[in-house]
C-alpha cells in the first residue's frame, strides 16, 4: 500500500529505563553489607592495634607506609591521591609536595608482624600445625602414628555421615516420587472408572436409539405394504369395473379389443414407472448412507487429529462435574431419555459435536469496500444491526458505509451499492450498532471523536470531543440503549450517556486504552484492555479500583468480547487469544495458531465459536473449549497476485459473526470483504 502510516497498529508501552525499587535493592543490600563488613574490621583494628598504625585518610592498617617531612605516616596510594587535589599534610596543614614523601620501612616491619600474629590467632589449628611442620617443628615418628589413625577415624566418622545423609535424601526423594505416583495412578484409576461409567451409558443409549430405528423401520414397512395391497385392492376394482364396462360394451356391439389392449399397456407402463421409482429411490438411500458414512469418518479424523485437547477437555468436565446427573428436559417426547448421562459428558458431547461438525470455511459472497483508486481501503470495523438485516463498515476511507445482507448474499455482483453511506472527518477506528434502535450506530476516529449517528437520516446525533487523543474503541451497552463507553490513546475511558452532552463517568489509567466491550448482562461492567498487557474488569459503581486485573498476555490487549455473562475472550499482539472466567476472576484457555504482532486484526465470538484475523491474511476460527484452531481460510482474490511485494503486507482488519450461526463477515487490509461460513 502507499500510506503505510494509515494502518492502525496497536499502541504499545514504552518500556521504563528507570531502575525500579526492586532492581536497585540488591545493590544497596550488597553495598550496606561491605559497609557493615568494613566497619567491623575497622573495630577489631581499632580494639587490638595502635591507633597510630592506622592510615588517618582510610582508617585502615597502613600498607606501604611513607613518612612525611612533619613526621606522620600514611598509606603511600592515600598520601599520592591526597597531593593530587591539595598541597598540604591532611594531619597538620603544612605544605607537603611528593617530593618530601619517605618509605617508612620501621613501621611497614612492624605492621607486618602485627598482620601474622593477627593471622595466626584467627587460624585453624589445622592451619597452624601446618605452619608448625614448615617451619621445621620435631615430631617423633610415634606421634605421627598416632595422628595418622586419629585422622583416618576422623575420615571414616565424616564418610558415614555423609553416607547417611545422601542415603536420607535418597529415601525423601523416593517417598516423594511414590507419593506423587500414588496421587496420579488414583487420579488415573478415577479416570477409567468415570471412562467405564461413560462407556456404558453410551453403549445402553447406542442400543435404544438401534430399537427405536428398528421401530421406524418396521413401521415405515408396514405403510408400505398397506400402500402396496391398497394399490392392488384399487387395480382388481378397477379390473372389475373394466370387465363389466367392457360386457356392457360388448353387449351394445360398441366394444373395442385395441382400447382394452391399450389399458392394459398403460397399467404396464405405469408398473414400470414404480418399479423404476423404488430403485431410484433405493440407489438414493444408499448413496445417502455412503454420504453419512464419509462424513463421519472425517469427523472421526478431526477427533484423532485433536485427539489431546478432546481428552483434556473430556477430563476437565468429567472431573469437575463428577456427581452431577444429566438433567437436561426433553420436550419433544419421541426423543430417548439419555439415562445414567453425567452431565460432564453431556457437555462434552456437546462439544464434540460442535467441534467435528465443520471443517473448512467456504465463501458465499464476495465485495470491495472501497473504490479502486483510493489506496487506503483498510476496513477497520465490521458489524451486524440488531436484527442481523444491515451490516456497517468503517475504516480509514472516512465513510460509514451500510449494507443489505441478503441482497450481498444472493444477489451475485462484484460491487454492491451500499443501501446508506455517511462521509466523516477523520478515519475510523471502530463501530457498535445500538441492540435497541435499529437506526443508531456510534463511531470512533483517529481524532478522539465519539459520534452517535441515526443511519435512517444520515446525520450525526451526538459529537463527543472530549478524548484528546485517538480512540480506538466504543460500545453501546446491550442493556442500557442510552449508554456506551468509549477507550483513547490519552489513557482514559469515558461512559457516555445519549441524553447528555458531556460524558458521565472517567477512568483515568496509567497506559493506552485499546478496546472496551460492556458486560452483555449488566450496564454496572466493564472489561477494558490495554497497553500495559493486562485487562482491566471494573464495576462503574466504584471506579477507584478495578475489581480484577487479568494478567497474562505479553504484550498490548486489541480487543475484549464477552462470549457470555461470565466468560470473555481477549486478543493481543502476542500472536494469543485467551479466555477468561469474569465470575471466578480465573483464566480459562490460551489460543494459539494465528499471527498478530502489530495490526488491530478484529475478534468476533458467539456461544460456541471464536474468531480472528492473522497477519497472514488469513481468518481463523477456534471452538472455545479446544486450544487449536477448527480451521482457517485465506483471503486471495483475482487481482491479487501472491508473488506480488504487496502481497505479505496485507492482513485481516476486520472481523464479526452472524449472532450464533456459522456465517461470518470479514475484512482485510486491502478492502475486501468476504461473507463466509462454515462447512462440513
Known amino acids: 500500500m502507499d500510506e503505510v502510516s494509515t494502518e492502525p497498529l496497536v499502541p504499545a508501552v514504552k518500556p521504563d529505563m528507570k531502575p525500579s525499587s526492586t532492581d536497585t535493592a540488591p545493590q544497596e543490600t550488597d553495598a550496606a553489607a561491605a559497609s557493615a563488613a568494613a566497619a567491623s574490621t575497622s573495630e577489631v583494628g581499632v580494639s587490638e592495634l595502635d591507633k597510630d598504625m592506622l592510615c588517618p585518610i582510610c582508617m585502615q592498617i597502613i600498607k606501604e607506609a611513607f613518612l612525611t617531612a612533619c613526621g606522620h605516616s600514611f598509606c603511600y596510594m592515600c598520601i599520592i591521591t591526597h597531593l593530587r587535589n591539595k598541597s598540604d599534610c591532611p594531619c597538620c596543614g603544612h605544605y607537603l609536595t611528593n617530593n618530601q614523601l619517605y618509605p617508612n620501612f620501621l613501621l611497614d616491619k ?34 605421627i602414628d598416632s595422628l595418622m589413625s586419629l585422622l583416618s577415624e576422623k575420615k571414616r566418622k565424616m564418610e558415614q555421615e555423609e553416607a547417611e545423609r545422601n542415603m536420607q535424601i535418597l529415601l525423601d526423594f523416593l517417598h516423594c516420587l511414590r507419593k506423587q505416583k500414588v496421587d496420579e495412578l488414583k487420579e488415573i484409576q478415577t479416570d477409567l472408572h468415570y471412562i467405564k461409567e461413560d462407556i456404558n451409558a453410551v453403549e445402553r443409549h447406542r442400543i435404544d436409539l438401534y430399537r427405536a430405528r428398528d421401530r421406524y423401520s418396521v413401521k415405515l414397512r408396514m405403510l408400505g405394504d398397506d400402500s402396496s395391497t391398497r394399490k392392488s385392492w384399487l387395480s382388481s376394482i378397477d379390473k372389475n369395473s373394466s370387465g363389466i364396462i367392457t360386457s356392457s360394451l360388448n353387449a351394445r356391439g360398441g366394444s373395442s379389443a385395441g382400447s382394452l389392449q391399450n389399458k392394459k399397456g398403460d397399467g404396464k407402463a405405469q408398473a414400470n414407472s414404480h418399479g423404476h421409482q423404488r430403485k431410484d429411490s433405493l440407489t438414493g438411500s444408499d448413496s445417502q448412507c455412503l454420504n453419512q458414512s464419509g462424513l463421519s469418518v472425517v469427523r472421526k479424523k478431526r477427533v484423532h487429529a485433536q485427539f489431546n485437547d478432546l481428552q483434556e477437555c473430556y477430563l476437565q468436565k468429567r472431573r469437575q462435574m463428577a456427581n452431577q446427573p444429566h438433567t437436561k428436559q426433553e420436550s419433544d417426547k419421541n426423543i430417548i431419555h439419555r439415562e445414567g448421562y453425567n452431565a460432564g459428558l453431556a457437555d462434552f458431547q456437546s462439544v464434540l459435536t460442535t467441534f467435528t461438525r465443520y471443517s473448512r470455511l467456504r465463501v458465499i459472497a464476495e465485495l470491495r469496500h472501497g ?11 465490521i458489524e451486524f444491526d440488531r436484527d442481523d438485516q444491515l451490516f456497517a463498515t468503517a475504516g480509514v476511507s472516512r465513510r460509514i458505509k451500510v449494507f443489505d445482507f441478503a441482497s450481498v448474499v444472493n444477489e451475485p455482483a462484484d460491487v454492491h451499492c451500499p443501501v446508506v453511506e455517511m462521509p466523516t472527518r477523520s478515519k475510523l477506528s471502530c463501530l457498535s450498532w445500538n441492540k435497541f434502535s435499529k437506526n443508531r450506530i456510534a463511531s470512533s476516529d483517529y481524532e478522539g471523536i465519539v459520534t452517535v449517528w441515526d443511519v435512517t437520516t444520515q446525520q450525526s446525533v451526538m459529537e463527543y470531543e472530549e478524548h484528546e487523543k485517538r480512540a480506538w474503541s466504543v460500545d453501546f451497552s446491550r442493556t442500557e440503549p442510552s449508554m456506551l463507553v468509549s477507550g483513547s490513546d490519552d489513557c482514559k475511558v469515558k461512559v457516555w450517556c445519549t441524553r447528555q452532552e458531556a460524558s458521565v463517568l472517567n477512568i483515568d489509567m496509567k497506559a493506552n486504552i485499546c478496546c472496551v466491550k460492556y458486560n452483555p448482562g449488566s ?25 480484577h486485573v487479568f494478567t497474562g498476555h505479553k504484550k498490548a490487549v486489541s480487543y475484549v468480547k464477552f462470549l457470555t455473562n461470565d466468560e470473555l475472550a481477549s486478543a493481543s499482539t502476542d500472536s494469543t487469544l485467551r479466555l477468561w472466567d469474569v465470575k471466578e476472576n480465573l483464566p480459562v484457555r490460551t489460543f494459539r495458531g494465528h499471527m498478530n504482532e502489530k495490526n488491530f486484526v478484529g475478534l468476533t465470538v458467539n456461544s460456541e465459536y471464536i474468531a480472528c484475523g492473522s497477519e497472514s491474511n488469513e481468518v481463523y476460527v477456534y471452538h472455545k473449549e479446544i486450544s487449536k484452531p477448527v480451521t482457517w481460510h485465506r483471503f486471495s482474490s483475482p487481482d491479487m497476485d501472491d508473488t506480488d ?15 450464533d450461526s456459522p456465517t461470518m463477515l470479514t475484512a482485510n487490509s486491502q478492502g475486501t470483504i468476504k461473507v463466509l461460513v462454515l462447512a462440513a
Open 371 to 381: 473504490d479502486i483508486f483510493h489506496s487506503a481501503n483498510i476496513v477497520s470495523s
Open 645 to 659: 511485494e504487496d502481497a505479505g503486507s496485507y492482513f485481516i482488519s476486520a472481523v464479526c459473526w452472524k449472532s
Open 110 to 143: 612492624l605492621l607486618k608482624k602485627t598482620s601474622a600474629r593477627q593471622i595466626s590467632k584467627s587460624a585453624s589449628p589445622l592451619e597452624n600445625f601446618r605452619q608448625a611442620l614448615q617451619q621445621g617443628c620435631g615430631v617423633s615418628v610415634k606421634e
Open 523 to 547: 450496564s454496572n461492567y466493564i472489561a477494558v484492555g490495554s497497553a500495559d498487557h493486562h485487562i482491566h474488569y471494573y464495576d462503574l459503581r466504584n471506579i477507584s479500583q478495578p475489581l
